[in-house]
């Protein structure tokens, strides 16, 4: 196979026919978005979207991309003058589009004056964020943790380039999160505050006029690329190789709060809804399908498998997928009109089963402590107040405090998540009788809105003797 890489020049030369591509004169667009964290999911996603839009005749939401800690990306995609592929995977096969939204990738520790100059310029109306959930450097009872939020933050950058915006007397900027947190926006909002009130806080009343932070609700499932992906890739090219190549399935979904400071590429004519509230769409996201993905990975872990379509196949799994969804979770969602919860939970054990799309439980299992405040105890502590126990996240819970004491680690490497070193200490000082409350406690290391009792801690220590 050839070494020659996608970018403009070999596109048009090579032409390879199988794949569709952007419909616009790149050059000729102006950069309205910086994105932070240019992962797989960005890619596949809200730069998707944009391609599509300005594919139907938007025009200068061009997107420069930043990545707060490695040089990967920007590898990966500078070469390639960002030009990138996306390929939907399903039973059904296959099928891959060329997306010419992105122009640059800067690598903010190596060009922090590049990233600033970038939020300032005049032509950027929106700054957007897949940093995952421990990029938001919170604290345990949600505030901004000071510590954590230092020059290598966002929200280091953020402050010095809306200052400049400000003192050059340019329109504030749409922060737009697109993390699975729950009310990103106002949480985005919050622990900008926060930061300015500490560093910059004669900023703070242009910040909170100019500025908007939207909540999104965001769905597309995106698992990490592989050198098999890649080269598959390369087969649907002619030859031609793309390193940022990202694979995901068909479906795709985007709910955004309409409340935007300054303009907004047309997202709406191509899938995307402009609501008044994400807050139906997001809690059923992030409870059902977020909820049983983590479920699905611990448990599936635990029973050997790799992939969520191997656990969600699996007889002894699968009623658990269920039970979560429709028996524990939905019932404590209010839905939106129209929204329907029960054909929610269909389609999602669908998309689970998608053999094609090589999902790695592992991927999912990263950052538990991150994740199962917003997936798991937010709705064990909604049940709690019915008196209902809820089995299939109590399953969930065990597993997860198994893989956070390192069971997994033989296979798959040491746990990764931000406190697994304090994970590990509290098991070792409290062991299986005192793990629930060291972690789940009023004084326990994640923030639990649920608060378990006694016969609870009983039963969850059973099961981690079992
Ligand atoms: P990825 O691993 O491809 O990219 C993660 C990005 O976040 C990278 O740019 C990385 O440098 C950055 N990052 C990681 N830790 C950080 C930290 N402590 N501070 C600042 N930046 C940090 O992951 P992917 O798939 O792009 O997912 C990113 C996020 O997007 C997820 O955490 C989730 O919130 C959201 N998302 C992902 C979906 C998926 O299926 N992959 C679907 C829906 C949302
Ligand atoms: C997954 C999500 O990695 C995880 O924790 O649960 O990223 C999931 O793939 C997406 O939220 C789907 O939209």
Known sequence: MSDLRLNPFTL?????????????????????????????????????????????GDRDWGIIGVSL????????????????????????????????????????PYEPDEVVAALAAP??????????????????????????AGDESVYHYLALGLRRRHDAGLAGLTLLSCDNLADNGKQLARLMQQYLTRHDSELLAWFEAECTCPSSMVDRIVPATTAEDRDAVAETLDGLRDEAAVMTEPFSQWVIEDKFAN???????????LVEDVR???TAKLRMLNGAHSMLAYVGLAHGHTYVHEAVADPAIRPLAERLMREEAAPTIAAAPGQDLSAYAD????????????????QIAMDGSQKIPQRWLETLAANQINGKNCTAILAGITAWLKHARGDNESVWGPVDDPITDALKAKWASDGVGGIVKAIFGEKGLVKSAWQPDIPLHELIARDLEA
């Open 123 to 148: 032509q950027t109306r929106i700054a957007s964020f897949t940093i995952t959930e421990k990029g938001y450097c919170r604290a345990k009872d949600g505030s901004l943790d000071l510590e954590l």
């Open 347 to 362: 389609d999602l054990l669908k998309r689970f089963a998608n053999p094609a799309l090589q999902h790695r439980l592992i």
């Open 69 to 108: 800690r490695s040089g990967e990306v920007a590898h990966q995609m500078n070469p390639q003058e960002g030009l990138y592929t996306v390929t939907e995977r399903s039973g059904e096969g296959a099928r891959t589009r060329i997306i010419g939204a992105v122009k640059q990738v800067l690598v903010a």
């Open 12 to 56: 048009t030369t090579f032409a390879p026919a199988e794949a569709e591509r952007y419909g616009y004169d790149r050059d000729a667009q102006a950069c309205g978005i910086v994105h932070f964290g240019i992962g797989a999911f960005h890619r596949a996603h809200q730069a998707w979207y944009t391609d599509l839009a300005m594919s139907a």
């Open 280 to 282: 139906p769409y997001e």
């Open 263 to 273: 303009g907004r590429p047309s997202w709406d004519n191509v899938g995307a809804e």
